[in-house]
């Protein structure tokens, strides 16, 4: 592991410089600043560690960070991929030890990709995890709930959101946000090809992976619920556009910035560029209708590899931004970094 950097100040409350009319913008960072959190499995492309989810217990002073471990592709996807989802806990956002895994088998799938942290308003924990099943080769979400990550089991888990029940060909990277007691869960979802032309099923289904099929361009949707058991559908919140991210908008992140919402989004412009992925911004202020601040490229981009950054999460814990992203290495694999900007006082 990398020796931590301090947090980086920004000076300034970013979300209110009224003496500039400005407010709610979301101070980013340098990924070279960060601090490495977990190493990928291998040392080569496709080896990845990254994918994260944090959240951080005040009634213990501890945060969590979920994130998968992933190794390279075998077999036409039935072999390799995304193995183990992880949960690791933290007394300063930084150095995280690891209180929970679970294999892909333990879920019957293919692979696992990025699960979410979550928490009840009576203080239990809960895990949703995405995943492609070894049943139907399409992606779902199921959940997992315990007083405490490490006693997740797999076993008891629940699905939550489904290809059926969504109309869609797969949902997959959760993203969870409470407000006034309603939980929204924000996926990126493959969806449904108009027609009923089998040959195409079959091209985007044959590896379990249709985000990187080539058929379709995916989105970010959303579902609500007022218990995160039983959920609406409301279909897509943020659509692909006409260049960098014309073939895939994931968002992985949400973060208050008053007085509005601003989602981290990865972009991606073509099925030739898989994971090779960069993040942007867009702002709600009803968490339904999002506008793009688009500069027509990601924000950030890794020096090394393909330049992959991506899957930045961001988590606020007092005065100060904890992030954490998937970020490529010169050897082409991925490691998960974290860095802290702190905010004005």
């Not at 020796?3 to 009224?18: E, I, K, N, R, Y």
């Not at 992976?209 to 559908?233: Q, Y």
């Amino acid at each position: 592991m990398s020796q931590a950097h301090p947090p980086v100040s920004t000076g300034l409350d970013p979300f209110d410089q009224s003496h500039r009319k400005m407010a709610g913008s979301l101070p980013l960072f340098d990924p070279l600043a960060g601090t490495v959190v977990a190493e990928p499995p291998c040392q080569d492309e496709g080896c990845w560690a990254g994918g994260p989810s944090a959240l951080f217990d005040d009634r213990d002073s501890t945060f969590y960070l979920s994130y998968r471990i992933r190794t390279q592709l075998r077999d036409h996807g039935r072999a390799g991929r995304g193995g183990e989802t992880v949960v690791a806990t933290s007394p300063d956002g930084v150095r995280f030890e690891k209180v929970w895994s679970a294999s892909k088998d333990a879920f019957e799938a293919l692979s696992i990709e990025k699960s979410c942290l979550a928490v009840t308003s009576d203080g239990r924990f809960r895990l949703y995890v995405s995943y492609s099943s070894r049943h139907d080769y399409r992606w779902h979400i199921d959940m997992l709930e315990a007083g405490h990550p490490r006693d997740f089991d797999p076993a008891r888990r629940i699905t939550v959101l489904s290809p059926d029940a969504t109309g869609t060909e797969g949902v997959k990277d959760p993203v969870i946000y409470q407000v006034g007691g309603l939980w929204h869960m924000y996926v990126n979802a493959a969806p449904k090809p108009p027609g009923a032309d089998f040959a195409k099923f079959d091209r985007m289904h044959r590896e379990g992976n249709a985000f990187v099929s080539g058929e379709i361009a995916s989105t970010t949707a959303l579902a609500t619920s007022v218990d995160g058991l039983r959920w609406t559908w409301h279909g897509d919140v943020i659509v692909p556009g006409e260049s960098w991210d014309r073939y895939m908008t994931r968002i992985s992140a949400l973060v208050y910035t008053p007085p509005v919402f601003t989602a981290i989004y990865d972009g991606r412009p073509n099925s030739g560029a898989n994971y090779t992925d960069s993040p942007s911004l867009a702002i709600s202020t009803d968490l339904r209708n999002f506008h793009k601040v688009d500069w027509g490229h990601g924000r950030i981009r890794s020096p090394h590899g393909r330049g992959t950054l991506r899957y930045v999460e961001c988590l606020r814990v007092g005065s100060t931004l904890h992030y954490y992203y998937e970020m490529a290495r010169t050897d082409f694999a991925h490691e998960l970094r974290t860095v802290q900007v702190r905010l004005a006082e």
